[in-house]
């Protein structure tokens, strides 16, 4: 599951779910005149807040931000299971606003009932959260500000220079190396490295020969992100999904065919990138 492809409305609604969680230990009634040490139930206490409230809106949440991180969703019902998820967060803010209008559950409705107790601080909660978390699911693939990319894309590491950043090896064989002090006035010695017996003059360096350069229309692996999702499809030209490239993700550009980019993925999956427009070079 790739994290980097939440978007800030399914951080949204990841904050709303965690607020439902804790909602549902709080009380859910409000009831005047009750004494101190009277224990009101939460929300744990009664079967259709539990059900249609509680946990309707997390697993709804939670089947969101698990299809938002999957490169291909499965289906339930027939439907995506992010769509499905969003179908769960609406009915968990219907269902909440319901209990608001009668905490009581009909019970007040019988002859001398009275009017039941009101809402208490974890229905009130609930609702808010309900209605907050169906608002970021329902709006996040229509508002561009929420389908932002919730955690920013890495960057590229920087190469490396040779030898890790330290100065290269010095001496005898290495470009660069420190002359050996030479005695007596600077005559060079017998037997000294690079020198010749006798005490003859040194011979003049003979010019190395410069390394062959790669031809400038050579392909250089880069990084790139797409700006929306796009899919990657099988390197033997079908047009067969192997995985769906999400924003907010860095990939490896590794080949290019044409138009097209060979990449790889996060988890080592290579396919052709049809559609190589707006991309951002890392």
Do not use: C, H
Not at 235 to 262: F, K
């Amino acid at each position: 599951m790739n994290i980097r492809s939440l978007t800030r409305g399914d951080g949204v609604v990841i904050g709303a779910a965690v607020l439902l969680f804790i909602a549902s230990f709080l009380d859910l009634y409000s009831i005047d005149g009750a004494p101190d040490s009277f224990d009101v139930p939460s929300l744990w206490s009664s079967g259709p807040v539990l059900l249609g409230v509680v946990l309707a809106g997390i697993i709804g949440a939670v089947l969101i931000v698990v299809a938002r991180g999957l490169p291909q969703a499965p289906k339930v019902a027939g439907l995506d299971l992010a769509q499905f998820g969003i179908a769960l967060t609406v009915f968990a803010a219907w269902s909440a606003l319901g209990n608001i209008f009668d905490p009581a559950g009909g019970a007040d409705n019988f002859e001398g009932g009275g009017d039941g107790p009101d809402s208490g601080t974890g229905l009130i909660l609930a609702l808010i959260a309900t209605l907050v978390m169906a608002a970021a699911a329902v709006a996040t693939p229509l508002v561009p500000a929420l389908k932002a990319a919730l955690l920013g894309a890495p960057r590229p590491a920087a190469p490396q220079p040779p030898y890790g950043g330290a100065q290269p090896p010095s001496g005898y064989g290495y470009p660069g190396a420190q002359q050996q002090p030479q005695p007596y006035g600077g005559q060079p010695q017998p037997g000294a490295p690079g020198q010749p017996f006798g005490g003859g003059q040194p011979a003049a360096p003979q010019p190395q020969a410069a390394a062959p350069q790669p031809p400038a229309g050579d392909f250089s692996p880069f990084w790139f992100a797409v700006p929306v999702p796009r899919p990657l499809f099988a390197e033997d030209g079908s047009q067969t999904t192997i995985a769906e490239l999400a924003p907010g993700t860095w990939y490896l550009a590794v080949e290019q065919r044409g138009p097209a980019l060979v990449a790889q993925t996060q988890d080592g999956r290579r396919g052709v990138l049809q559609d190589t427009s707006g991309i951002q070079r890392g």
